[in-house]
């Protein structure tokens, strides 16, 4: 076949026609701290709202952003001062596309091994789980680092998928 785990292809199958979303966007620049997260995340709500999304597409949305933004904050400004996230949020007919920006230490979540979901729990290192649940709830990542510095990261959730 096609050379992936059956569990692997049948999570990116295309559902029953799928109703494109309206058009909406929506975007947001916050210092990175804890307490900013809910404002992220309702942009991210009333964006999908707005769109007519789904339910599991808004879930898979949110919860990325949430991942994404709770480790950047935890992690990529750890030791610094906090710096800003900015967020961007667009619906188009057929997919969800988030950016996130950040001035913080450079990480791309897809450099991370898979991990071994069957490996007893305390053979497993810590971390990592959070990067395996974004990937698992989007289509599509992009990270790139511009040479000021910035880190932007693109998540794509498409519309009419299967998880």
Wanted: contains cysteine.
């Amino acid at each position: 076949m096609s050379g992936q785990p059956a569990s692997d292809r049948a999570a990116r199958l295309p559902a029953a026609a799928a109703k494109p979303l309206v058009r909406s966007a929506a975007g947001l620049t916050v210092d990175a701290a804890i307490d900013a997260l809910p404002r992220l995340l309702d942009v991210v709500d009333r964006v999908c709202h707005a769109s007519g999304a789904e339910a599991d597409v808004a879930f898979d949305v949110r919860l990325a952003v949430d991942e994404v933004c709770s480790n950047l904050i935890a992690h990529g400004y750890r030791g610094l001062a906090p710096g800003p996230i900015v967020l961007s949020v667009e619906a188009q007919p057929d997919r969800v596309v988030v950016q996130i920006a950040d001035r913080g230490r450079r990480f791309d979540l897809r450099s991370l091994p898979a991990p071994d979901l069957h490996a007893p729990l305390e053979a497993r290192p810590v971390g990592g789980l959070g990067c395996h649940l974004v990937r698992s709830v989007v289509d599509d990542i992009d990270y790139r680092t511009d040479p000021g510095g910035e880190n932007r990261l693109t998540l794509v959730r498409r519309v009419g998928t299967k998880r």
